[in-house]
């Protein structure tokens, strides 16, 4: 059983390195075969599901998520190797219960590996179960780190809250960017108060000023006038903000409309603000944050990705559409060197899954270039990318 998460960035951050990662509707399956047809899942592919908010407030991230997934599936399936993936998504719209209905939809449709939730709270609430059934779960997204302790298949892709908040904490500190800071977050989103509460240890520790904390909840994500007010009440300079961008860009919207000019840094659930539907992108100028992906990356392989993802999508893929991504290409390299095949049952998949991720270094779209591993826990090492917002666009910091 898992003990402990390590640490990811520690390494990066000790060494003063780094350089630049997070409604409702129906329980009908989404049979999405990914470029297969349904005669794959009886022995010639692998069989992957996960569950994600398809539909309500939280459907641009699940979308995202499965848009990924399934774009990397269809680049390996037409490769026509061994590997072949068929890729199945369940509507969780974001709720424990729902996902816990969408998980024993996958189950009973033959998943043979999982992408796990996309979302902390149903990915806490479905851990139990794939402990219980041993099936092995990747999750592109789900950050909490309650997804991977005392468990043994649960594995992330994605930086887990704490790490968040001591590398952003650090970064602010080494880069001088603020003293005084304010702090905004939703206390009713564990991925929230979990980068809050490491943040605010590691910023004692650097001997920045936490100057005020102020606290909104899904019911109250609208109206910011008072948080707003009390970080510029205390002279706040930096206001860090632990959550996503949706509430972000309200944010940015309403600070500007008061006069409040503070610098804004945020975490990898900040990624994608400049696709908010009638957000003025110009107020996002100047924005940091640490994500493991930035879509105006030169790299050929980014680019590709990007390029494949508008064609297909119409739209320019955020973190958690990379990560999806990345969690199949890392499943075909741990399919690859485990020898696995297809008629594999779920739990000797889950087995050799467990044995081969801490072993592989996976180069994928996220983090910095240098190599993603895994420790025996499931928590992942990568390294975050600093970036700010400049000319409506991404930029390495």
Known sequence: MKKSLSMLLAGVMLAGTLAGCGGNGSDAANTDNAGTDDSTASGAAFVIGGTAPLTGGAAIYGNAVKNGAELAAEEINAEGGDIQFKVIFEDDEHNPEKAVSAYNAL???GIQLSLGAVTSKPGEAIAPLLEEDHIFALTPSASSPA??????????????DPNQGLASAQYIAEQSLGTKIGIIYQSDD????GIRDEFKKEAASRGLEVVAEEAF???TANDFSVQLNACKSASADLLFLPIYYTPASLILTQANAMGFAPKFFGVDGMDGILSVDNFDVSLAEGV???TPFNADAEDEATQNFVTKYKETYGETPNQFAADAYDCI?????ALETAGCTPDMSAQDL???MIETFPT???EGLTGDGEGITWDADGAVSKNPKGMVIQNGAYVGM
Do not use: R
């Open 147 to 160: 997804n991977i302790e005392n468990n043994d298949v649960v594995f992330q892709m994605c930086f887990s």
């Open 350 to 352: 889950c087995d050799k």
């Open 190 to 193: 564990v991925y929230s108060v």
């Open 288 to 290: 940091m944050l640490l």
């Open 329 to 333: 290409y890392a499943y075909k390299q």
């Open 360 to 362: 592989i270094t996976f």
């Open 217 to 219: 909840t899904t019911d």
């Open 107 to 109: 189950k009973d449709a």
